[in-house]
């Protein structure tokens, strides 16, 4: 009997093929054996669910799909995280760092008694590092918050402080954490190392527009969840985001 916590990891795809099959082969090769892989199409019309198909033969009984429009990405994952089985969930975007890190963030967990556990990330833009995300420990307060991609919750979290808000379209990922990680309510382990490396130039990096409507509604995320002098925070937030681009 597999004592190990079940994970389940979910992605949000629609009509991008190519890049589902390089992150499914992520998923594929990490070495942990009590995973589930839960896949939330929107519709595609590319061929999407032939790789699906491929998947569901390459991992049998691990591989849970539902296809059909939603309305964005945060509505694609609170329903994987509905459809989720796991006692852990997170998402894979892009690229593992190896092929053990979801044991290495099982056992932190388990090892600490924490809710979840995150970790450091690279954004990049092909092989060219462009963001270096370190934050390690810290508060909401002054600008710190985990790289998103590297998060990963117990299933307790979402059940008690609800998934991620519609109404938000770049930074309901943001304010999700804001809501759970103020006032301390959910505590958190930290592995000091590359955990994830992210494609530069998602929803909320993919332009200097986007960037500015990701920083108002973190704002808002910030009035929203009582937190007091909510500008001080943006402009930490700010601040920390630039030092990502410092080169080391």
Request: charged fraction near 25%; include cysteine; charge should be neutral.
């Amino acid at each position: 009997m597999n004592t190990l916590p079940k994970v389940s990891v979910i992605t949000a795809t629609y009509n991008d093929a190519s890049n589902l099959k390089r992150i499914m082969d992520q998923v594929a090769r990490q070495d942990y054996e009590n995973l589930e892989y839960i896949i939330v199409d929107g519709g595609s019309t590319d061929g999407t669910m032939d790789l699906i198909h491929e998947m569901e033969a390459r991992m049998p009984g691990k591989v849970r799909c539902i296809s059909e429009p939603d309305r964005g990405i945060y509505d694609a994952l609170n329903k994987g995280i509905a459809l989720a089985g796991g006692d852990i969930i997170g998402c894979c975007y892009d690229r593992y760092a190896d092929e053990n890190v979801l044991s290495r963030m099982v056992r932190a967990m388990e090892d600490e008694g924490t809710d979840g556990v995150h970790g450091d990330l690279y954004y990049m833009d092909g092989d060219r590092i462009v963001r270096r995300w370190h934050q390690g420990q810290g508060s909401i307060r002054t600008g710190w918050l985990p790289g998103h991609p590297t998060l990963y919750l117990r299933r307790q979290v979402y059940e008690k402080y609800g998934v991620y808000r519609t109404d938000y379209r770049i930074a309901a990922d943001y304010e999700f954490m804001v809501r759970i990680l103020y006032k301390k309510k959910v505590r958190l382990s930290y592995l000091p190392e590359i955990l994830i490396y992210m494609s530069h130039g998602g929803t909320s990096t993919g332009s200097l527009g986007a960037y500015v409507q990701s920083l108002m509604e973190g704002h808002r995320a910030l009035r929203e969840n009582h937190v007091p002098f909510a500008w001080f925070t943006d402009l930490c937030r700010t601040v920390r985001v630039l030092l990502q681009f410092v080169k080391k």
